[in-house]
């Protein structure tokens, strides 16, 4: 099955925490991204890559730190710096630029 | 900055009606698109319009772009119980890689 997973589903953050959401794909789509939607809300762009060891800040990166050493794989680290983690997270990946996004299921971020 | 913006928030139509959902936006555009996110789930991508299309259909699904007015509307004909979600129209911007989302519209069918 071709798709876009996430893990874990949900997650928890103790202060002051690092903590790394999983994305991976198995589509072949070059480019790869990470959301935030905060309830009754939109999705805001937290990072984007357009090709493996490149990637670009979206409009909300503070506190947030990506890698695309592999095609498949986006990780998304919430670091300590971002105060306030509670969202939910989801990464979409696309064949290239203006087309459609396909997304994971998503990650639920909770702080404890 | 959001681009997207549908209109109503919410709708609650019962089963086998219509349901319109607008969204506006405020730059030029390549393409808008369309997905439905069920609660708690991903977004489904539901179709994509070109700037220079006007109408797209795609079963029971009917957008139109106005990009005179800056505007698209999506239409679901013959609505279902399972058609219940949050519908976001989603803009492309300087780089094409980029889209924006609207805050959505949540649609309640009643069975």
């Known amino acids: 099955d071709g798709g876009i997973t996430q893990s874990p589903k949900y997650l928890f953050r103790k202060e002051g925490q690092n903590v790394t959401l999983s994305c991976e794909q198995n589509?072949?789509?070059?480019?790869m991204y990470w959301y935030r939607q905060d309830p009754g809300q939109g999705l805001r762009l937290i990072y984007y890559?357009?090709?493996?060891?490149?990637?670009q800040k979206g409009d909300i990166a503070e506190g947030y730190s990506v890698s695309r050493e592999k095609k498949e794989s986006f990780p998304l680290t919430v670091t300590s710096a971002q105060k306030n983690p509670t969202a939910f997270y989801l990464c979409?990946?696309?064949?290239?630029?203006?087309?459609?996004?396909?997304f994971g299921p998503g990650t639920r971020l909770l702080v404890l | 900055s959001q681009q997207g913006e549908e209109d109503p928030q919410a709708l609650s139509i019962q089963e086998g009606e219509n349901a319109t959902m607008n969204c506006s936006y405020k730059?030029?555009?390549?393409?808008l698109q369309w997905y439905r996110q069920n609660s708690g789930r991903g977004l489904v991508h539901l179709i994509l319009?070109?700037?220079?299309?006007r109408e797209k259909h795609s079963g029971r699904l009917r957008v139109t772009l106005d990009t005179s007015k800056k505007s698209s509307s999506l239409l679901i004909t013959a609505s279902r119980a399972a058609d219940t979600a949050s519908y976001f129209c989603?803009?492309?911007?300087?780089?094409?890689?980029?889209?924006?989302f609207g805050s959505g519209t949540r649609l309640l069918v009643r069975p």
């Open positions: 979409a990946s696309s064949m290239g630029s203006a087309g459609a996004q396909y």
């Open positions: 589509l072949n789509h070059d480019a």
């Open positions: 890559s357009q090709i493996v060891n490149d990637f």
């Open positions: 730059t030029s555009i390549n393409n």
């Open positions: 319009i070109r700037s220079n299309e």
């Open positions: 989603a803009t492309d911007r300087d780089s094409s890689y980029k889209l924006i």
